[in-house]
């Protein structure tokens, strides 16, 4: 009757890779895309603006799959893709290079933050891009949204933040009010 609770496992930070497909997996003429999957993180910003600038001008469509995460880091990558002209869409992308590992194992996110290019398939079908995630899909000057993938947006919620200590109860009321 006692059971300890289940360890809670921090979602792993958001991923940015390239993938090869087949000839027209994204697009008439498309083989290539950017995957930008997992939850928006306190860092995620500096990491994508970093990979952008290590693949240069590629004119990539970028395919979004994450639960959402940190509003501000999602802004700002949204404001990145707007720099870029970007075309934007929600899809979840299987490395082939992965093998018979899990896409959410450690030895297949380590390949994906390898910054190799990687073999792989695209698929929208259930697809996620969930709470902060829409806000980085709308900054792309193109957006698409496949009939059977899912866009959720809900109420932001503000979350509070001290320094320096707990302050009383006072203070904590009054900047959560």
């Given at each position: 009757p006692n059971?300890?609770?289940?360890?809670?496992?921090?979602?792993?930070p958001m991923v940015f890779y390239v993938v090869k497909g087949a000839a027209g997996t994204c697009g008439r003429?498309?083989?290539?895309?950017?995957?930008v999957e997992g939850q928006v993180d306190a860092a995620a910003a500096s990491r994508f603006r970093k990979f952008l600038q290590q693949i240069g001008n590629?004119?990539?469509?970028?395919?979004l799959a994450s639960p959402g995460g940190n509003l501000d880091q999602?802004?700002?990558m949204g404001a990145m893709l707007r720099e870029?002209?970007?075309?934007?869409?929600?899809?979840?992308?299987?490395?082939?290079?992965?093998?018979?590992?899990?896409?959410?194992?450690a030895a297949c996110m380590k390949l994906k933050q390898s910054g190799r290019e990687l073999r792989g398939d695209l698929f929208t079908r259930g697809a996620n891009c969930n709470s902060a995630c829409p806000y980085l899909l709308l900054g792309a000057t193109s957006r698409e949204v496949a009939p059977d993938a899912l866009l959720?947006?809900?109420?932001?919620?503000?979350?509070?933040?001290?320094?320096?200590?707990e302050p009383p109860a006072e203070v904590r009321a009054a900047a959560n009010q």
């Open positions: 059971r300890p609770a289940p360890a809670v496992v921090p979602p792993a003429g498309c083989d290539s895309w950017i995957a590629r004119d990539l469509p970028i395919y999602a802004l700002a870029r002209r970007a075309t934007a869409r929600v899809g979840r992308s299987v490395v082939h290079d992965c093998g018979f590992e899990a896409q959410d194992s959720a947006v809900h109420s932001a919620k503000v979350v509070v933040h001290f320094s320096g200590g």
